[in-house]
Nanobody, 124 residues
Framework: QVQLVESGGGLVQAGGSLRLSCAAT???????????MGWYRQTPGKQRELVAN???????NYIDSVKGRFTVSRDNAEITVSLQMNSLKPEDTAVYYC???????????????WGQGTQVTVSS
């Protein structure tokens, strides 16, 4: 089984920066290919929303509210995805989740994995 493990959340003042990281662990030898990887966030009472994602070829996608402030990147060899968050605002406060589409060596169906979530709190 493959797990995604996140790190890097915490408390920061408005205008500050945080870097979130997410790494695949467990039976990574069972992976044939990693597809799109991304970051979502969720606040109480709201649906989880896409923040940014990056394709296996490096194409990135961001929601408008984080463009110019957040940068998503990945390391295909290490099977990691990161989110550099600059100029943080109180409205960025949320639990952040990483995800990844994984094609196993056995079978032809892509699996979607999620991390456990990491809290980001931005104080005003």
């Amino acid at each position: 089984q493959v797990q995604l493990v996140e790190s890097g959340g915490g408390l920061v003042q408005a205008g500050g920066s945080l870097r979130l990281s997410c790494a695949a662990t467990g039976n990574t030898g069972s992976i044939r290919k990693i597809g799109t990887m991304g970051w979502y966030r969720q606040t109480p009472g709201k649906q989880r929303e896409l923040v940014a994602n990056i394709s296996s070829g490096g194409t990135t996608n961001y929601i408008d509210s984080v463009k110019g402030r957040f940068t998503v990147s990945r390391d295909n060899a290490e099977i990691t995805v990161s989110l550099q968050m600059n100029s943080l605002k109180p409205e960025d406060t949320a639990v952040y989740y990483c995800n990844a589409y994984v094609l196993p060596r056995v079978g032809s169906n892509w699996d979607l994995y999620w991390g456990q979530g990491t809290q980001v709190t931005v104080s005003s």
